[in-house]
């Protein structure tokens, strides 16, 4: 079935260090979502890949979308103490509105 | 726009008791989505609809759970007989596809505890 695994499950650094996050298809996906939920609170909407091999970038955060269309990759430079939070990967399969989310990674920082 | 509207945002019961949550989606959204989070398990897919239709119902754990979206501007998802392991975070969420984009927008959820 399709499934989405993510890694690591959590990860803690020291603010300024670099952080990141994989995820991981069984199949090919057509599209590739990433969100970001505070502690207490609730998704929200980071970035949609949708072409193979695509990178995005929003500031110190990078995104990325294998060029198989099976792996993502979200990285932070230099993280910030704004920066706490669970990282979630959601994969899409086809063009209808269904996404399938991975088990995230949580972020915590050391000031 | 308010976003997605959830209530109630806490809702403590005991055992056996029915519970409904509701939803009021984002005006002009045609697909809404019941999530369920827990430590143990995640954030899980429970139901979803497109133009109020429920289209993948593979989520919802039981006969005690259902779902309905009598209209575009608002959805229930109901549990009876409520049982302490349906303790969780309840969210909805919905979304409009427009050229290949369909980012889903989440409300503020319902904390569930079964006593």
């Known amino acids: 079935g399709q499934q989405v695994m993510q890694i690591p499950q959590y990860q803690h650094v020291q603010e300024g260090e670099d952080f990141t996050t994989y995820c991981n298809s069984s199949?090919?996906?057509?599209?590739i979502q990433w969100y970001k939920q505070r502690p207490g609170g609730h998704p929200v909407f980071l970035i949609q890949?949708?072409?193979?091999?695509e990178v995005k970038k929003q500031k110190r955060l990078t995104f990325q979308f294998g060029e198989a269309k099976k792996n993502s990759s979200l990285h932070i430079t230099a993280t910030q103490t704004t920066d706490v939070g669970t990282y979630f990967c959601?994969?899409?399969?086809?063009?209808?509105?269904?996404?399938?989310f991975g088990s995230g990674t949580r972020l915590s920082i050391r000031p | 726009d308010a976003g997605v509207i959830q209530s109630p945002r806490h809702e403590v019961t005991e055992m056996g008791q029915e519970v409904t949550l509701r939803c009021k989606p984002i005006?002009?959204?045609?697909?809404l989505f019941w999530y369920r989070q827990t430590m143990m398990r995640g954030l899980e897919l429970l139901i979803y609809?497109?133009?109020?239709?429920?289209?993948?119902d593979s989520g919802m754990p039981e006969d005690r759970f259902s779902a309905k979206m009598p209209n575009a501007s608002f959805s229930t998802l109901k549990i009876q007989p409520s049982e302490p392991r349906d303790s969780a975070v309840y969210f909805c969420?919905?979304?409009?596809?427009?050229?290949?984009?369909?980012?889903?927008?989440f409300g503020p959820g319902t904390r569930l505890t079964v006593l």
């Open positions: 969420a919905s979304s409009s596809y427009r050229d290949g984009y369909n980012e889903q927008f």
């Open positions: 199949t090919t996906l057509s599209n």
């Open positions: 890949l949708v072409k193979s091999g």
């Open positions: 959601a994969g899409g399969y086809s063009s209808a509105s269904k996404i399938i």
């Open positions: 005006s002009g959204h045609n697909s």
């Open positions: 609809f497109n133009n109020n239709v429920p289209i993948d």
